[in-house]
């Protein structure tokens, strides 16, 4: 499932480091787009403690000929303290940028999880990572 996980060093100001999660499932795996966008939208509340119900800020693209859905989304990070564990740690200030690649063996989705300080500065080598995307013709 997690393919590669990567730290991006916290910003002046942040007193932790952010998450980049590389994902592949499959061909087939790893339920659709708008599922993921839900579900990643769904880890992070408003101040006042509901859940993000509005729509996070999508777009979609063509990198390399692949379709490509990106995702920014803000609030309180209602992080998981491990796989499947059913306690939440709460980190408020918390940004989240994601990009679904549509590949011909299946999706790969890149989650940068982390302080809004951190990600921001961290988003044109983000986005940079996902325009240099290429399809591997096998």
Excluded: C, H
Aim: charged letters at 25%; proline letters at 8%.
């Amino acid at each position: 499932m997690r393919a590669a996980t990567y730290e991006v060093p916290a910003a002046k100001g942040d007193s932790e480091p952010a998450e980049l999660a590389v994902f592949y499932f499959g061909q087939g795996q790893g339920g659709d787009v708008d599922a993921n966008i839900r579900r990643w939208a769904g880890q992070f509340e408003t101040p006042d403690g509901t859940p993000v119900t509005r729509t996070p800020k999508t777009r979609k693209l063509k990198v390399a000929g692949l379709p490509v859905t990106t995702v920014d989304v803000q609030g309180t990070y209602t992080a998981s303290m491990g796989p499947m564990s059913p306690v939440k740690t709460k980190k408020p200030g918390y940004r989240l940028l994601g990009a679904i690649v549509e590949g011909p063996e299946g999706a790969v989705f890149f989650k940068l999880t982390g302080p809004e300080k951190t990600v921001a500065s961290a988003k044109a080598a983000f986005d940079a990572m996902v325009k240099s995307i290429r399809a591997v013709r096998k």
